[in-house]
Each structure stands twice: as C-alpha cells, then as structure tokens.
C-alpha cells in the first residue's frame, strides 16, 4: 500500500516527469504512481510504449521487445488505476497536521476511525485525519476533522462532546475531557487525547490550518433555553440523517428539510422526569405556521409551539405542566435593521470650509504663476524685437 513516502516519490517524479513539465516521458498520474513503486523496491518494470523508457528506471523496458508466450496479456491500465487509488490516501497523509507542535514531533499520521458515517456526510465532511506526537517519553494523539463550514464543524463538535466534559476558555467552543481536548477552529473540528495543548501551542496549530472557514455561526442555538438544561445535552440536526440518530420519532417529511431546516435540540430536568426538546427553523414564519400543524399530527403527545419562524416541540412529555413552562421561555426576537443616513467626513460644514479654502489656494497659485510666465515671455519678445513694443502691430518711425 502506499504510504507517506511514496505519496511525496510519485508526486515527485511527476513535477520531474509529468505531462506538461516539459520532459520526454510526458507521464501521467497513474504512471508516477507506478515509477514510484519501482524505484522504491529497485525491480524491473514491464511497459508499453516508449513514455518509461525515457526516464531514469534503468531496468524499465519496452514490453514488445521482450521474448514472452504468445499468450493474451492483460494491459497495465488497470494496475496504474489501482495504484493511482491506492495512492491518494497516501497523498492525504499529513495534509492537516504538521511536523511539529510546540516541542512535539509529529511520529505517524494515520486515517480516521469514522462511526455513523452517515452522519458525518451529513454534516459535510471533506477530511480526517489522526497524528500521534512524541515527547521524549511522552506521547499523545489527536484527530482532525475538516468539515464544509462552521455549522458542520458546531454540530459535530455537539455530537463528539462528553457529557462529563466542562467547558474552556482556550476557544469559544472548546470542551475539556479528563484526558484531552475537544475544539473547534473555523470548520476544524480537533480532539487531542492524552494532551491537553495551552494557547500558545493550540494558536500555532491554528495558523497552519488550510482553507478555514470562518462564516458566522447559526444563531438558532441562543433560542434554546439555559434554564434547566442538562449540561452537553444538545444535538445539532441539519438533515435526515442526525434526526433519525437524535429525534427517531419525528419524520423526515415533517421537519422538511427541503426547505433548508436546521434545528437544535436539548435536554431539561424537569420533577416528574426529564424533558426532550428540539427548536426547527425555517425560512419563514409562514412556512413555520403550515408545518406547526404537521408536528401536532405526529403521535405521541407531543407539544407544540410557533414563535416566528421557529416551531419547539416537547417531545412526549411525563409532565405537560412542566413542558408547557418549557415553551414558554421560547420567544422568537427579530432582529429588524432600518435604512438610517449616517453622516460621513462629506457632511461635516467644517470640512467642506477647509476644502474651498484649499481650492481658494490652489486658483491664487495658478494666476500668480501663469502671471509671472506671461510677464516673462512679453519681456524676452520685447528684447527680441530691439525696444519695440511687443505687441504692436505696426510701429511708426516719424523722425525719420
């Protein structure tokens, strides 16, 4: 399989010997993936035409001029298809971590052990990646994830929380396990196990990352009630697949994502037994009035509440009184902004004052100077023309 070193090899070999690089192989992805197999194991290699001849591989040779069975033999494309497959995880390698953090050296990358894959489609993940550190004696790993956006890396940053995990300063979404750290950076999602990084070694990391999304986040979230809520009980649901793991009771068709529907959902203690709520949004309050009707429809007993653009719906309360308290701290506040005129440095009496002032200025400066340049050029025609009057049209010489 292909590692980290034959990944860097056969990329390599193609900014060497790659099409378009001006060499005679004029080789392709899957044929640098194949060159960097066999400068690797120093083994011969049998290929068609003349594109591997003309490189460095001193035992490569044409296969017509080699002696063989008159038997079918199957080309070689599909060997560079699968090497070129196998190659792009290598080239992935090392892609999100770098060599060093602080006084620790990065010692091996390896892919992601992913759950609910589902899931993490869902909440558009484009890369992952595990590193293991060392310190001397002293090791630990961390796990990348690169999502789409910043409402990706939240919601899986609420999934992957522990219960048990109390919040940090070190980012406005960072929680602390007794073991590690969990963080998120832009549409980075970081899990550090059997280290817990400080600021000056998380803020390094930070600035290596590529391609960081840092659109703002969702306010839906702040909508969710604090009163009573259960401590990393809230879940992040932006499609089919994180209700169905989170809210199995409520249909897909319901909560009609197609409308681009996210919700948010929590837990709260409640006396007679703890309450499941979970707040969707959508586009607008008309669209939340007709679907307020549908979750009325689920079975269960579920209730149900319009606010704006947003419907709660309790989820099959032990104790309606309690949940009914629960709606009511839900109040959707619209954030209206008017056309306001703001005054600029244009406006201001004392600018436009000094501005006329200046042109003032600059109108004296040009007469003075085009005055000085006219005298200038009547006095050198006068001496030009021996005393006589340079702008006379006829002179009279009467003493004559």
């Known amino acids: 399989m292909f590692g980290e070193a034959r990944a860097r090899l056969a990329v390599g070999a193609f900014e060497r010997l790659g099409k378009g690089m001006g060499h005679w192989a004029q080789l392709n992805f899957g044929d640098c993936a194949v060159y960097a197999l066999a400068a690797m194991r120093g083994e011969p290699l049998l290929a068609t035409g003349e594109d591997f001849a003309a490189t460095d591989l001193t035992s490569s040779a044409p296969l017509q001029d080699l002696e063989a069975e008159p038997a079918p033999m199957a080309s070689n494309r599909g060997m560079k298809f ?93 929680a602390e396990r007794e073991d590690g750290l969990l963080v998120v950076h832009g549409n980075y999602l970081l899990s550090f196990t059997g280290h817990k990084p400080d600021a000056a070694e998380l803020g ?10 840092t659109t703002v986040l969702p306010t839906l979230p702040a909508n969710l009630p604090t009163q009573d809520r259960v401590a990393n009980s809230e879940r992040y649901i932006i499609g089919p697949a994180s209700l169905a793991k989170f809210i199995p009771s409520i249909p897909p068709s319901v909560a009609a994502f197609h409308y681009g529907t996210e919700g948010q959902m929590g837990f709260f203690n409640a006396p007679k037994g703890g309450l499941a709520m979970v707040i969707f949004s959508y586009p607008t309050p008309q ?60 406006d201001n009496i004392g600018n436009l004052v000094i501005n006329a002032f200046f042109l003032i200025g600059i109108l004296l400066g040009f007469s003075v100077v085009s005055g000085i340049a006219y005298g200038g050029w009547l006095a050198l025609r006068r001496r030009g023309n021996r005393g006589e009057e340079a702008d006379a049209l006829t002179t009279l010489h009467l003493e004559r």
């Not at 070129?84 to 990065?106: E, T, Y």
């Not at 390094?204 to 999304?213: E, K, Q, S, T, Y």
């Not at 009035?289 to 579920?302: A, H, S």
């Open 204 to 213: 390094a990391l930070f600035d290596g990352l590529r391609n960081v999304d």
């Open 82 to 174: 699968l090497l070129a497959a196998l190659l792009a995880p290598g080239l992935c390698l090392g892609a999100i971590w770098p060599d060093n953090i602080g006084v620790w050296k990065r010692a091996a990358t390896t892919q992601a052990t992913l759950f609910d894959r589902p899931i993490w489609d869902e909440y558009g993940l484009k890369e992952s990646e595990a590193a293991r550190y060392e310190n001397g004696p002293e090791d630990f790993t961390v796990t990348g994830y690169r999502l789409q956006d910043t409402t990706g890396a939240m919601a899986a940053f609420d999934w992957l929380r522990p219960a048990k995990s109390t919040a940090s300063k070190l980012a406005p979404l960072a």
């Open 287 to 346: 669209i939340a009035m007709q679907k307020e009707g549908d979750f009325r429809g689920i079975p269960g007993g579920n209730l149900v509440k319009r606010s704006g653009p947003l419907v709660a719906v309790v989820l099959n309360p032990p104790d309606p009184d309690a949940a009914e308290r629960l709606l009511s701290l839900v109040k959707y506040e619209a954030l209206v902004t008017l056309d306001q005129w703001v005054p600029s440095h244009k």
